[in-house]
């Protein structure tokens, strides 16, 4: 495995460290931990600066609090440490960042935004350059009055920057104009009522993306033109077995390198979900759920080797991993870290 380092995020109003440096044992897979940093209030989600951006690694974290700010941090060492100071991303609780075009991206949940922010050539945001508000509700009167922006994350093409919205049922396409730092909404597709997306990832041949839903443990399959800058829903698949008790709440979706399964990890039922997909990517069927080696796992990960998940279970306080059997995609439980609050994970 060519990773040495995993990052994981945990929620400091609920006593994690904030972000927790982890050797990983390329045999095995385990983490030991190295280090620890609480710089960040509620660092929910990281990302890593490509191979193209600063010199030396930079990682980047949101403060998913109400004041909404991101961070960059230098992990060229043992424990994370600040790059200047957190810089507000001009929205509420954002959960997720990603990086586009020497640009940092932020979905802000609780405002119902997405913000975009230049980076500078030592790795800090700049302010915002941009905030694109979401507009719409939901049938759910308890989640979907309002926008719930969940994710954002650029295409495989690099062309279009997708968001996924909770309150509106729906995904919106953009394009980032790397002159202006601004996205211009290009369209947007609905997806079924009362549903709640919450986050997407692409099929590895870049034609099919997967929609994850929270309010409902189904998964919706999608067609991608990357040229034109559609996206087309063609079929759903249950993500939890039929009789399972609600509520189930998915979180997280991966999809293997080889584009012949899917994974999620599924809060309240505790377990990760496993999904055949046929050769075109356009149908996925549950085959199999085991238990996530905990309690809420709010994270799924592949490992770079794409032989290992890693759940990051927020409310047992814990990243556990899971050998994935080559022939049936089935994890077996491996072991665990000890992570109070654990919310992600990425590897290096």
């Known amino acids: 495995m060519s990773a040495v380092r995993a990052f994981i995020g945990s929620f400091t109003s609920a006593g994690g460290c904030g972000i927790v440096t982890a050797a990983v044992d390329?045999?095995?897979?385990?983490?030991?931990?190295?280090?620890?940093?609480?710089?960040?209030a509620d660092p929910s989600f990281l990302a890593l600066a490509a191979s193209s951006g600063p010199a030396r690694p930079v990682l980047y974290a949101v403060s998913e609090t109400s004041e909404g700010a991101v961070a960059a941090l230098d992990v060229s060492g043992g424990a994370p440490r600040l790059i200047g100071v957190p810089v507000p991303v001009c929205g509420a609780a954002p959960t997720h960042l990603a990086l586009a075009s020497d640009h940092l991206m932020t979905a802000n949940y609780g405002s119902g935004s997405v913000s975009v922010l230049p980076l500078r050539p030592d790795g800090r945001a700049s302010a915002a350059s941009g905030v694109m508000h979401h507009e719409g509700a939901g049938p759910d009167p308890d989640r979907q009055r309002g926008p719930h922006a969940h994710q954002v994350l650029p295409d495989p093409s690099g062309r279009w920057v997708l968001s996924v919205d909770l309150g509106t049922d729906s995904v919106r396409i953009c394009a980032l104009d790397p002159g202006t730092g601004e996205l211009n909404l290009h369209s947007e597709t609905a997806l079924r009522p009362g549903t709640g997306p919450r986050h997407l990832a692409f099929h590895p041949a870049g034609a099919h993306a997967y929609v994850l839903n929270e309010?409902?443990?189904?998964?919706?399959?999608?067609?991608?033109?990357?040229?034109?800058?559609?996206?087309?829903?063609?079929?759903?698949?249950?993500?939890?077995?039929?009789?399972?008790?609600?509520?189930?709440?998915?979180?997280?979706?991966?999809?293997?390198?080889?584009?012949?399964?899917?994974?999620?990890?599924?809060?309240?039922?505790?377990?990760?979900?496993?999904l055949s997909l046929d050769e075109t990517g356009e149908r996925a069927e549950l085959v199999a759920t085991v238990p996530c080696g905990g309690r809420w796992p709010r994270d799924l990960t592949l490992d770079p080797s794409g032989r290992r998940l890693y759940a990051a279970n927020e409310h047992s306080g814990d990243v556990t991993w899971f050998d994935v059997d080559p022939q049936t995609g089935v994890p077996r439980r491996a072991g665990s870290l000890d992570v109070p609050a654990a919310s992600c994970v990425i590897f290096a």
Do not use: F, H, K, M
Not at 26 to 40: F, I, M, P
Not at 260 to 265: I, K, V
């Open 215 to 274: 309010l409902e443990p189904t998964l919706v399959v999608c067609r991608w033109d990357a040229d034109a800058g559609v996206l087309e829903p063609v079929g759903e698949a249950a993500v939890a077995p039929q009789g399972t008790p609600r509520p189930v709440y998915p979180s997280e979706v991966v999809v293997s390198p080889d584009g012949r399964r899917l994974w999620t990890a599924n809060r309240g039922q505790d377990a990760i979900a496993v």
């Open 26 to 40: 390329g045999r095995t897979g385990a983490l030991t931990e190295t280090g620890a940093s609480d710089a960040v």
